[in-house]
C-alpha cells in the first residue's frame, strides 16, 4: 500500500481544521487523529503493542510530529500508534513514533529513581528501559546530571512525565518538550509545562498553534535550542491528545499476548551471550534480541544453547528481563533437550512454564521453518552468492538470502532488518528484508 493512503487517518482530522494545519510566523500544528492502535512497546521480535504482535518491515516508519522518516530501530518502551494494513491486522501499514522529552539532565536521584529533563519532572520504575548511548541496556545506575538524553513516557495528571525509556545520547540535541498544558494565556501566548516548582514556560507567540489546545490537553513542543532554560520560545508545536486520559489507557494495556500479570514482555530471537555454571543451581542469563534475560530453572538451563530461537515471556525489572515462561523454536532437527520434557502447565512445580513448539497436525514437534520466524535488527557485510554475513546483538551469522524478499531494493551491505528463522546454530534463513537508511 503506498504510504499516502496510510496517512489518511491522520489527513482526515486535519482537513476539517484546515485554518489550524498551516505554517505560521516559522511555527506550525497538526491535529491528529490516532490510527486503530496506541501503546507502549512491550516486545521485540517484530513488536508488540497492547498485546498483539505485528510484523514490521516495509511499514512507513514516522515522527508522529512531523511525519519525517525515521529508519533507527524499533525499541521496548516506546510509544507509538500502528496503523495495520487493511488485508492483514498482524502487519504494520504505518508506524507513528511518538518522540519524547529531548534535552539534558539534572536534579537525579538515585534513591527516589526520578530526574528533570529539560527542566520537567521524570519519574521511572523498574519497567522503564534505559539504554546506554553504546546502544546497550542499561539502569538508573547510568544515569547523571549534565547527560543527554531521550525520554519516551506518559504525561501525568500531576504535571509529571512517566518514563518507559530513556535513551543516553553521545551529543547534544535540540530540546523538545512533551506534557500536559496548564496556566495557558491566550492573551500573553504561553503555557507552562511540568509540576510544582519544575515547571517551564512556552511562549509561542511566533507560531500557529494546533485547534483544540487547552489547559489539561497533552502538547509536544519544539524549540531551536539545546540548553536547558527556564522559558522556551517554541518553533513549532502539535496536539498529541485533548487529556492525560489517553496515555492511562497505554499503561492500562501494557502487556504481552497472554494476558497474564508476570508475562507482560515478550521477546522472539536467538538465544546469545548464554552464561552459567552447570549445575546451574542459580540459574542462567542470556540475551534475546540484545536485552538481558534470566531463567530460574536448572534444568532448562542446561537444555539451552547459543543460536536457539527462543520466546520468552516474562516481567521487564531494571533492564532485565525476568522470564516466567519460554517456548524452544529450536534449529534444524529436534534436540532431546538434556531430557527436559514439556511442562506448559509447571507440572514439576519449578515455576517456570516451558513449551517446545508443537505441530498440531502431524502431532509431533517441528524443528525451525517459516512458522518460527522473527525480526531483526543487524549489519549485512561480506555478500557472496545467497549467503552474507549479519550481525546482531554482537553476534555473527551466515544470513541465507537464496529466497528473501527485499523490501525496496536488494543491498549488499549496511543497516538492515530481517526476518527469518534459524536453520543451523549459526544461520539464519531470511525470508524477507528490508535496508535502513
Given at each position: 500500500?503506498?504510504?499516502?493512503?496510510?496517512?489518511?487517518?491522520?489527513?482526515?482530522?486535519?482537513?476539517?481544521?484546515?485554518?489550524?494545519?498551516g505554517g505560521?510566523?516559522?511555527?506550525?500544528?497538526?491535529?491528529?487523529?490516532?490510527?486503530?492502535?496506541?501503546?507502549?512497546?512491550?516486545g521485540?521480535?517484530?513488536v508488540?503493542?497492547?498485546g498483539?504482535?505485528?510484523?514490521?518491515i516495509?511499514?512507513?516508519?514516522?515522527?508522529?510530529?512531523?511525519?519525517?522518516?525515521?529508519?533507527?530501530?524499533?525499541?521496548?518502551?516506546?510509544t507509538?500508534s500502528?496503523?495495520p494494513?487493511t488485508s492483514?491486522?498482524?502487519?504494520?501499514?504505518?508506524?507513528?513514533?511518538?518522540?519524547?522529552?529531548?534535552?539534558?539532565?539534572?536534579a537525579?536521584?538515585?534513591?527516589?529513581?526520578?530526574?528533570?529533563v529539560a527542566?520537567?519532572?521524570?519519574?521511572?520504575?523498574?519497567?522503564?528501559?534505559?539504554?546506554?548511548?553504546?546502544?546497550q541496556?542499561?539502569?538508573?545506575?547510568d544515569?547523571?546530571?549534565?547527560?543527554?538524553?531521550?525520554?519516551?513516557?506518559?504525561?501525568?495528571?500531576d504535571g509529571?512525565?512517566?518514563?518507559?525509556?530513556?535513551?543516553?545520547?553521545?551529543?547534544a540535541?535540540v530540546?523538545?518538550?512533551?506534557?500536559?498544558v496548564?496556566?495557558?494565556?491566550?492573551?500573553?501566548?504561553?503555557?507552562?509545562?511540568?509540576?510544582?516548582?519544575?515547571t517551564?514556560?512556552?511562549a509561542?507567540s511566533?507560531i500557529t498553534?494546533?485547534?483544540?489546545?487547552a489547559n489539561?490537553?497533552?502538547?509536544?513542543?519544539?524549540?531551536?535550542?539545546t540548553?536547558?532554560?527556564?522559558?522556551?520560545?517554541?518553533?513549532?508545536?502539535?496536539?498529541?491528545?485533548?487529556?492525560?486520559?489517553?496515555?492511562t489507557?497505554?499503561?492500562?494495556n501494557?502487556?504481552g499476548?497472554?494476558?497474564v500479570?508476570n508475562?507482560?514482555n515478550e521477546?522472539y530471537?536467538?538465544?546469545?551471550?548464554?552464561?552459567?555454571?552447570?549445575p546451574?543451581?542459580n540459574?542462567?542469563?542470556m540475551?534475546?534480541?540484545?536485552?538481558?534475560t534470566t531463567l530460574?530453572?536448572?534444568?532448562l538451563?542446561?537444555?539451552?544453547q547459543?543460536?536457539?530461537?527462543?520466546e520468552?515471556?516474562g516481567?521487564?525489572t531494571?533492564g532485565?528481563?525476568?522470564?516466567?515462561?519460554?517456548?524452544f523454536?529450536?534449529?534444524?532437527?529436534?534436540r532431546s533437550?538434556?531430557?527436559?520434557?514439556?511442562?506448559?502447565?509447571d507440572?514439576?512445580g519449578d515455576e517456570?512454564k516451558y513449551?517446545?513448539?508443537y505441530?498440531m497436525?502431524?502431532?509431533?514437534?517441528y524443528s525451525?521453518?517459516?512458522?518460527?520466524?522473527?525480526?531483526?535488527?543487524?549489519?549485512?557485510?561480506?555478500?557472496?552468492?545467497s549467503?552474507?554475513?549479519?550481525?546482531?546483538?554482537?553476534s555473527?551469522?551466515?544470513?541465507d538470502?537464496?529466497?528473501?524478499?527485499w523490501?525496496?531494493?536488494?543491498?549488499s551491505s549496511?543497516f538492515?532488518?530481517?526476518?527469518?528463522?534459524?536453520t543451523?546454530?549459526?544461520?539464519f534463513?531470511?525470508?524477507?528484508?528490508?535496508?535502513?537508511?
Open positions: 500500500m503506498n504510504p499516502i493512503f496510510r496517512l489518511i487517518p491522520l489527513l482526515t482530522g486535519c482537513l476539517a481544521i484546515l485554518s489550524a494545519c505560521g510566523g516559522g511555527g506550525s500544528a497538526l491535529t491528529t487523529v490516532n490510527p486503530p492502535v496506541a501503546g507502549t512497546i512491550s521485540l521480535g517484530s508488540i503493542v497492547n498483539v504482535r505485528y510484523e514490521t516495509g511499514a512507513s516508519v514516522i515522527d508522529a510530529d512531523d511525519s519525517h522518516t525515521i529508519s533507527t530501530p524499533l525499541g521496548l518502551g516506546m507509538v500502528i496503523d494494513l492483514s491486522a498482524t502487519t504494520a501499514g504505518t508506524i507513528y513514533i511518538q518522540t519524547g522529552i529531548k534535552g539534558g539532565t539534572s537525579v536521584d538515585t534513591t527516589a529513581k526520578t530526574l528533570n527542566g520537567l519532572p521524570v519519574t521511572t520504575d523498574s519497567a522503564t528501559f534505559i539504554v546506554t548511548s553504546a546502544g541496556a542499561g539502569s538508573f545506575a544515569l547523571a546530571d549534565n547527560l543527554n538524553v531521550e525520554v519516551y513516557g506518559l504525561p501525568q495528571t509529571t512525565f512517566k518514563a518507559t525509556r530513556i535513551e543516553i545520547e553521545a551529543t540535541q530540546v523538545q518538550l512533551v506534557g500536559a496548564s496556566n495557558l494565556n491566550t492573551t500573553n501566548k504561553t503555557f507552562t509545562l511540568g509540576s510544582g516548582s519544575n517551564v514556560t512556552i509561542y511566533g498553534v494546533p485547534t483544540g489546545i489539561g490537553s497533552v502538547v509536544s513542543v519544539h524549540t531551536a535550542t540548553a536547558t532554560a527556564s522559558q522556551y520560545t517554541a518553533t513549532s508545536m502539535y496536539l498529541r491528545s485533548t487529556n492525560v486520559s489517553t496515555f489507557q497505554y499503561a492500562a501494557y502487556g499476548t497472554s494476558g500479570r508475562e507482560a521477546l530471537g536467538m538465544v546469545s551471550n548464554l552464561t552459567g555454571t552447570p546451574y543451581t540459574g542462567c542469563s540475551q534475546v534480541q540484545g536485552v538481558p530460574r530453572s536448572a534444568t538451563c542446561a537444555s539451552l547459543n543460536g536457539d530461537y527462543v520468552v515471556k516481567l521487564l531494571d532485565t528481563l525476568a522470564a516466567y515462561r519460554l517456548e523454536k529450536t534449529a534444524g532437527g529436534d533437550l538434556n531430557g527436559y520434557s514439556d511442562d506448559e502447565n507440572s514439576d517456570f513449551r517446545r513448539q505441530n497436525t502431524s502431532g509431533s514437534y525451525s521453518d517459516s512458522r518460527s520466524s522473527y525480526e531483526i535488527y543487524g549489519t549485512l557485510s561480506a555478500c557472496s552468492g549467503t552474507c554475513t549479519l550481525t546482531s546483538n554482537g555473527v551469522l551466515t544470513a538470502v537464496s529466497t528473501a524478499f523490501e525496496h531494493g536488494q543491498v549496511g538492515v532488518e530481517a526476518k527469518g528463522y534459524m543451523t546454530a549459526n544461520t534463513k531470511v525470508t524477507k528484508i528490508e535496508a535502513k537508511y
